[in-house]
C-alpha cells in the first residue's frame, strides 16, 4: 500500500502528514486521498488549464498501446544500465517524474523484484487521468497530481528520478535527490517511428540533440541507445499510437487520413538514454 510519506505541502512547503484519508500540514492546508488511491498535489492557483496534461481519451490510447509491450525493451534497459551504486540502496527511493499511466514504474519494479532489489516508488504526473489510471494498476506505488516545476517533497529524499518522455525541470530535480542522487533521462532518437513520421509529414526536420552543453548541477556519466524493429497489425493499434504522441496535433489534415488507410505498419523504436548524477558544490570547486 502507498505511504505518502516525505511529501510537502504544495502551497507553504510544510511537510504533510496522514490524517485519516487526509494528508494535512501544519498550517491546515488538507489534501483528500483519492478512493482508488492517489494524492493530488497540484492547486488550482498552480494550473495553467482547467484540465491539464493529457485527457482521459490519450490516457485510454496510450495504455492500450503500452500494454502491447512493444516498449518493454526499454524497461529492460534501463534495468541493465541500472548504476551499480544504486543495486546497495535499498530501498532506492525513486521518482517517475512524468509517470503517465505508470507502465515504466510498474514494470521497473516487477523486475527488479527477481533481482531482490526494492525500490520505494514515486509516480507524478500534472494529468489526474494518468495518475487514476496508474493507481488503478499498482497498488504498492505512490501516485500524486502535481508538476515537475513544483515537486511536492522536501530537499535530498529521493536516490534516482526518472524522466521518459517528459518535460525536465533540472533545478527540481536537482533540488530533491540526495547528494550523489541519480537522473535518468529518456528521449526519442533520431529514428524514432520515422515510418510513421515519414507519412505524417512531407519533409523530416533533422534530428537535434537535446542538452549537448551539458546540465547545470549534473555531470553525464554514461549514454546509450535502443534501436529495433516492430510492427502493428491493425488500425486500431495505429490509431492508438498516434493519438497518444504529440504528432495527432502537429501533423496535417493529409498526413493524419493516409495513416487511417493502413492496416499494417512496420515500425523503429529509437530510444536514447543517458544517466547523470548530481554534483556537489565541493564538485565544483575540485574542478
Not at 546509450?224 to 497518444?244: T, V
Request: with cysteine.
Amino acid at each position: 500500500m502507498p505511504t505518502f510519506e516525505h511529501l510537502s505541502c504544495p502551497i507553504d512547503k510544510q511537510p504533510l502528514s496522514s490524517q485519516g484519508r487526509s494528508l494535512v500540514c501544519s498550517n491546515g492546508h488538507s489534501f483528500d486521498i483519492a478512493k482508488s488511491g492517489y494524492i493530488n498535489l497540484l492547486p488550482v492557483q498552480n494550473k495553467r488549464s482547467k484540465d491539464p496534461g493529457d485527457s482521459k481519451e490519450m490516457v485510454s490510447y496510450r495504455q492500450s498501446f503500452l500494454n502491447l509491450d512493444h516498449y518493454f525493451p526499454i524497461v529492460k534497459h534501463i534495468i541493465d544500465q541500472w548504476p551499480s551504486a544504486l543495486i546497495d540502496s535499498s530501498p532506492c527511493r525513486v521518482l517517475d517524474a512524468g509517470c503517465g499511466e505508470g507502465y515504466y514504474l510498474h514494470h521497473l519494479a516487477a523486475e527488479f523484484v527477481k533481482h531482490n532489489v526494492a525500490l520505494q516508488r514515486v509516480g507524478l504526473d500534472i494529468s489526474k487521468w494518468a495518475v487514476t489510471a496508474a493507481s488503478k494498476r499498482d497498488k504498492d506505488a505512490t501516485w500524486i497530481v502535481g508538476s515537475n516545476a513544483s515537486l511536492p517533497m522536501p530537499d535530498d529524499c529521493l536516490d534516482v528520478v526518472l524522466c521518459l518522455f517528459g518535460f525536465p525541470v533540472f533545478s527540481e530535480f536537482a533540488r530533491t535527490l540526495s547528494d550523489k542522487g541519480y537522473l535518468l533521462l529518456v528521449e526519442s532518437g533520431a529514428d524514432h517511428l520515422l515510418e510513421l513520421r515519414q507519412i505524417l509529414y512531407p519533409s523530416i526536420h533533422p534530428y537535434k540533440a537535446t542538452h549537448s552543453e551539458g546540465i547545470e548541477g549534473f555531470e553525464l556519466i554514461s549514454e546509450s541507445s535502443l534501436h529495433y524493429p516492430f510492427r502493428l497489425d491493425s488500425q486500431e493499434e495505429i490509431q492508438h499510437l498516434l493519438c497518444m504522441t504529440p504528432h495527432i496535433h502537429k501533423a496535417s489534415y493529409d498526413g493524419k487520413e493516409a495513416v487511417k488507410l493502413l492496416n499494417t505498419i512496420n515500425l523503429t523504436a529509437h530510444v536514447n538514454f543517458r544517466w547523470y548524477q548530481k554534483t556537489t558544490k565541493e564538485d565544483h570547486n575540485a574542478t
